[in-house]
């Protein structure tokens, strides 16, 4: 059992808009920065948000996220068959006194 | 280009002992942390603990704390993941990557499948 909640699963076709979300607590979300990361298949782990809605480099802006309370959201617009991936929230966890991840969302491009 | 290279995928019994290794280029080593994160088959990631190279100061998480060991030799930009005697349940694939001060992980290793069968 994740410390962060997300769907287990999400679906669009391509050029929707598509969210997946990230539940979690006050200890958690609410008093720390969200990041996000994305795994293509057979791939590591990939940072793709940090600090609840700043892109690195070379992320296309049709990935965003945003924060509000307990919650965190990711929007993917204009989906892209390549979008099909595992997507993981994680933040820092002040009772757990480290960071956690949510238990990711599988995305699938109808 | 900063970047994490893991060594490569391992075939054990158990019982076993085993050291994986990390070596970062790119960056100042000393100047982040290493964590570790474990992906059991078909499972989430899920965070083992971490290193500061600088020192070799380690926290692990309550989950993995007593078997497994972090250590690192800043001489040569690696860090290591350690088990004494490994376990079935160990089987998993294992990720390094480098984390700052808002403990975002960026990048990652390429991950190194440890396997551990009788």
């Known amino acids: 059992q994740s410390v962060l909640t997300q769907p287990p699963s999400a679906s669009g076709t391509p050029g929707q808009r598509v969210t997946i979300s990230c539940s979690g607590s006050?200890?958690?979300?609410?008093?720390?920065?969200v990041n996000w990361y994305q795994q293509l298949p057979g791939t590591a782990p990939k940072l793709l948000i940090y600090?609840?809605?700043q892109r690195p480099s070379g992320v296309p802006d049709r990935f965003s996220g945003s924060k509000s309370g307990t919650s965190a959201s990711l929007a993917i617009s204009g989906l892209q068959s390549e979008d099909e991936a595992d997507y993981y929230c994680a933040t820092w966890d002040d009772s757990l006194n480290g960071p956690v991840f949510g238990g990711g969302t599988k995305l699938t491009v109808l | 280009e900063v970047q994490l290279v893991q060594s490569g995928a391992e075939v054990k019994k158990p019982g076993e002992s085993l050291r994986i290794s990390c070596k970062g280029s790119g960056y100042s080593f000393t100047t982040y942390w290493i964590s570790w994160v474990r992906q059991m088959p078909g499972k989430g990631l899920e965070w083992m603990g971490r290193?500061?190279?600088?020192?070799?100061?380690?926290t692990y998480s309550p989950s993995f704390q007593g078997h497994v060991t972090f250590s690192a030799d800043k001489s040569i930009s690696t860090a290591y993941l350690q088990w004494s005697s490994l376990k079935a349940s160990d089987t998993a694939m294992y990720y390094c990557?480098?984390?700052?001060?808002?403990?975002?992980?960026?990048?990652w290793g390429q991950g190194t499948l440890v396997t551990v069968s009788s």
């Open positions: 006050s200890s958690n979300i609410a008093t720390n920065t």
């Open positions: 990557a480098r984390g700052d001060g808002s403990n975002r992980f960026d990048p």
């Open positions: 600090s609840d809605n």
């Open positions: 290193i500061d190279p600088s020192d070799s100061y380690t």
